[in-house]
Structures are given as structure tokens and as C-alpha cells.
């Protein structure tokens, strides 16, 4: 493709789990170079998309400082903030933010965005 997935994917996911630079080698690829593919990693990552159950503004946005603070959680990111009206996920568009989780092991990422949900707390009117 001549563009990589988003939401950190291409750039961060792919290569932490695998272990390869993607982008190097789909530029060889690309250049008619031989591409040798080495051991492939086996780490694990999960990524979760915070949404709206209701349209609405923000009132409050609580616990960033907490999820932030748990080792396997790489990235949170939020594309609002408190005043921004949001709306029910009906698209890609709609989501308000994610949360990255990165570890040698998926039941470590799994806890650490079920902890950094229950940390999360999103008041919307």
C-alpha cells in the first residue's frame, strides 16, 4: 500500500510485535532489492478506541495521569478535549481517542487496558 494503517500500526505496532522496520523494508521492496526477513518477535500489543455511547460535550476528562503510569500502557491519545462536543461512534471519526498497550505478553496488555479503562473517566452532557 502507499500508505501505512494509522493509529500507530505501521509505525510502532507492527515493528514492536514483529520486530521489523516495515517501512525499510517495503522501501527495498519497492527499489527491486531482496528483502530477508530475520526472526519475527513475539510480543504483543493491544490497542483500544475510546468512543461515545451518546453525542454530547465534555465536561471532565479524569485519570490520564494514572494510565499514563502503568508499565505496559505506551501511548494514550486524545483527539478532544473538556468543552468538545463528541458524538455516538458511528465512524472512524467519531472515536475520541485510544489507548496503546505494548508488552512481552497479550494477557499483560489485555489487564493493562482493562486497568486503564477503569481509570478513565470521561464525563459527557
Known sequence: AARGAGFN???RIIPYVAGLDTVHLQIKQCLGE?????????KAA???FISS????VIKSIKGIENIQNIKEIAKIKLFYK??????????GSDRIGY???????IDY?????ILAKQYLNLEIN
Request: aromatic residues 8%; contains cysteine; glycine residues 4%.
Open 53 to 56: 455511547e451518546q453525542d454530547g
Open 9 to 11: 500500526v505501521f509505525d
Open 34 to 42: 531482496a528483502i530477508q526477513l530475520n526472526k519475527i518477535s513475539q
Open 82 to 91: 473538556e468543552g468538545d462536543q463528541v458524538k455516538k461512534l458511528s465512524s
Open 109 to 113: 496488555c489485555k489487564k493493562a487496558i
Open 99 to 105: 489507548i496503546l498497550s505494548l508488552s512481552d505478553n
Open 46 to 48: 493491544y490497542l483500544y
